[in-house]
């Protein structure tokens, strides 16, 4: 995927405009007036014509869309009036981004194929900062309401979300209820009876929506990344209960690294335990020596991961074991989308 184009402004801090994105995926005139777009140069006129209406919430469309630098802008002469006039086009980080909204779309339906009503329930989960926190932090390890609450805000705080962190019981009873619903949430019980929350058997529906948009983050918003192995353990997360292998594999240890950004923090490695044709996450470090060590930037990790294709990842030791796990991760994810 080639960098932002020139004529675009550069992507804001993450602070700020974290979520902003996001709100572009989840609003039909935002993603129409970038698809629109894709085709070359067009002045407002055109794209007036092509969208359909005129009114003040396009013009805070193209005002939105040019200040994330997902729409480029250009001054250029018109041919018909022979005056200055405004040309518009998709960037290559608005490109980007709607290569993420058409995985959306495919999770959002294929969650309405699993229940009825699910797909505007997914909108609606998706326009909130708090329920996109909460999904994150119970998809790490099964964890009590309390546990819950308090890594949620500590996540939220970590990633600069300000109030947003402010999370209160009754705020995350209402967001487990819905990610409940969407089957991405389940409960569970401990040995001592506490109930747990947990991922859901529909929350693997996401995983290609997740490596899309860790890969967007990756080469747009690269300071936007938390400072954890989240990225890459959370994608495996999604799809380990998923993931099948030859049942001679093994027994083994796979260690999986994100090599982080020049000025971010190490991340912590991912270790996982095969055995019987199956993986599982190693918490609390390995019990033996790694049989292969998998290291790779994100940007690398997320186009392997949806491609499929390995071969430009580095295996340390055993290349048959850590080529196997790998493929079986990708082979666990839905289907690709036949996004253009």
């Not at 970038?34 to 407002?44: F, K, M, N, P, T």
């Not at 329930?121 to 926190?133: F, P, Q």
């Not at 109030?163 to 089957?183: I, P, V, W, Y």
């Not at 060590?293 to 949806?306: D, H, I, N, T």
């Amino acid at each position: 995927m080639p960098p932002p184009d020139q004529a675009s402004p550069p992507l804001d801090g993450p602070a700020r405009h974290r979520t902003r994105y996001l709100a572009v995926l989840v609003n039909d005139r935002d993603v129409a007036l970038l698809e629109v777009a894709r085709g070359g140069w067009s002045d407002r006129g055109a794209i007036e014509l092509a969208v359909g209406y005129s009114d003040k919430s396009l013009s805070r469309g193209f005002t939105r869309l040019t200040g994330l630098g997902l729409l480029a802008e250009r001054e250029a002469r018109s041919r018909r009036e022979d005056r200055k006039v405004h040309e518009y086009r998709t960037s290559a980080s608005g490109e980007g981004l709607l290569k993420v909204h058409v995985e959306m779309f495919a999770a959002a339906v294929a969650l309405d194929a699993a229940g009825g009503g699910r797909r505007q329930l997914l909108s609606g989960a998706a326009r909130d900062r708090r329920c996109l926190l909460v999904g994150r932090v119970v998809l790490v390890r099964p964890q009590t309401f309390t546990e819950v609450l308090q890594e949620a805000r500590g996540l939220g705080r970590s990633w600069g979300m300000g109030e947003a962190a402010n999370l209160d019981h009754s705020g995350l009873t209402r967001r487990l209820r819905l990610l409940e619903r969407l089957g991405l949430v389940a409960r569970e019980h401990s040995p001592q009876g506490a109930i747990l929350y947990s991922r859901g058997p529909q929350m693997w529906l996401l995983a290609r929506l997740a490596v899309e948009a860790s890969l967007w983050r990756s080469i747009y918003t690269p300071e936007d990344i938390p400072p954890l192995a989240g990225e890459l353990l959370g994608l495996v997360e999604m799809v380990i209960d998923r993931v099948r292998l030859d049942p001679e594999l093994g027994p083994a240890t796979v260690v999986l690294h994100v090599q982080p950004p020049a000025g971010t923090p190490g991340w912590l490695d991912a270790a996982l335990d095969v055995e019987a044709g199956r993986i599982r996450v190693i918490r609390g470090g390995a019990s033996r020596a790694s049989t292969a060590y998998v290291p790779a930037p994100l940007r690398r990790w997320c186009e392997a991961l949806r491609d499929g294709d390995f071969d430009a990842i580095t295996i340390e030791g055993s290349r048959p074991i850590g080529d196997a796990v790998l493929k079986g991760v990708a082979a666990a994810m839905p289907p690709p989308s036949n996004a253009p």
